[in-house]
């Protein structure tokens, strides 16, 4: 009898020692998936970013959560009003993290990236080694704009950078502004 009594113990933590592993390593393996899909969302909205600001004509407004200008987004002779901004994230479980949205000619606002860790994406300078110019700028500055730097901070989970938080940074010079 306690034979059985032990070989039972002994099969029962077994099955919770196999159990406990198989729900970490989903978790574990839903985290992975989470913070790739990020990182792929976001490299593919700086790219999708880079080529609007490329392509701009007029600045509207430049802020460092907000950028509005115009630019032929999509290759046909009319110049569209692009409109980034980053926006809160209040949905549940996104508290403290910021989203950055996407408009183009106040259509449907699309989001293009969430997890941001700061709110402050955009910087701007006049020229080359330059100071950055302060934010936002001032109206009859924007035409002084030569390049506009975009710095996206995103993580997962926590509000604070840690060893799973992602940068991604990309300088644009404007054409024809050289």
Do not use: C, W
Not at 69 to 88: C, G, L, M, T
Not at 91 to 113: H, M, Q, T
Not at 143 to 164: A, F, M, Y
Request: proline content about 2%; overall charge negative; glycine content about 6%.
């Amino acid at each position: 009898m306690i034979e059985l009594l032990l070989s039972s113990l002994f099969i029962a933590v077994l099955v919770v020692l196999i159990t406990m592993s198989y729900f970490n390593t989903t978790k574990s393996s839903e985290i992975t998936i989470s913070v790739a899909t990020s990182a792929q969302d976001a490299r593919t909205a700086m790219n999708l970013m880079t080529k609007d600001i490329r392509e701009l004509s007029e600045i509207t407004y430049a802020a460092g959560d907000e950028l509005i200008f115009k630019s032929n987004v999509d290759s046909d002779d009319y110049q569209e009003i692009v409109h980034y901004r980053v926006i809160a994230d209040e949905e549940p479980g996104y508290e403290g993290f910021y989203k950055l949205a996407r408009d183009v000619d106040s259509g449907n606002e699309k989001i293009v990236v969430r997890h941001l860790l700061v709110s402050q994406i955009f910087s701007y300078t006049a020229g080359y080694g330059q100071e950055p110019l302060a934010v936002p700028v001032e109206e009859e500055s924007i035409g002084d704009i030569r390049n506009i730097s975009i710095g996206l901070s995103i993580d997962q989970q926590e509000t604070v950078e840690g060893p799973r938080t992602m940068n991604i940074e990309t300088s644009v010079t404007l054409r024809n502004r050289i």
